[in-house]
């Protein structure tokens, strides 16, 4: 009879200002030791996915409760490296977004010209970029054009404008992140 797997306890939930609180995953974890790592100058780090796995040990059996602060979690993770001899990758950690997004029906009501909400939208994208985020959603995009364009209905205007604005933030994402792992825009 094959040995039954051990049921694991459920890592925390992170709390983070501002977001809902998002379930800790190993991949969230990694990335964000790989990115702190290529930030102290370590482009090929390979203990990230055991410092990790050893954090989230720590959560799994010892951490009692079902909650953690953001600022709390970056703390072990920055005492864990400073204690295995990483300060520097330590002084660069921060736990990158799970999933940063962009409203941007929201950004065109904020700045109804286009030359203000390309503006606006590229200041955005660069800061969400630069966060290190493997991830970027954008979401609006139809409500967006529809006010920007002060269209009531859809029209072949409101199409190109579209077009434009999806391949402006892919030729920025792109030319800021070559590793951006996943666009969403919708």
Request: charged share 20%; glycine share 4%; with cysteine.
């Amino acid at each position: 009879m094959p040995a039954k797997e051990p049921i694991l306890e459920p890592l925390p939930l992170v709390a983070i200002p501002g977001a809902s609180p998002t379930r800790l995953n190993e991949t969230w974890l990694v990335l964000s030791l790989e990115k702190a790592a290529i930030r102290a100058g370590h482009e090929e780090w390979p203990l990230a996915t055991d410092v990790a796995r050893a954090i989230l040990h720590y959560l799994r059996h010892d951490f009692a409760r079902p909650n953690i602060e953001r600022a709390t979690l970056e703390l072990i993770l920055r005492r864990s490296l400073t204690g295995i001899g990483c300060p520097a990758i330590a002084r660069h950690f921060e736990l990158v977004s799970s999933s940063p997004s962009i409203n941007l029906a929201a950004l065109a009501k904020e700045a109804p010209l286009e030359i203000l909400f390309y503006h606006h939208l590229a200041n955005l994208v660069d800061e969400k970029i630069s966060s290190l985020a493997s991830v970027l959603r954008l979401e609006g995009l139809r409500s967006c054009v529809l006010s920007l364009t002060g269209s009531a209905s859809w029209r072949t205007s409101c199409q190109r404008l579209s077009d434009d604005i999806v391949h402006f933030i892919r030729a920025r994402a792109r030319t800021l992140s070559p590793s951006l792992l996943e666009l969403t825009i919708w």
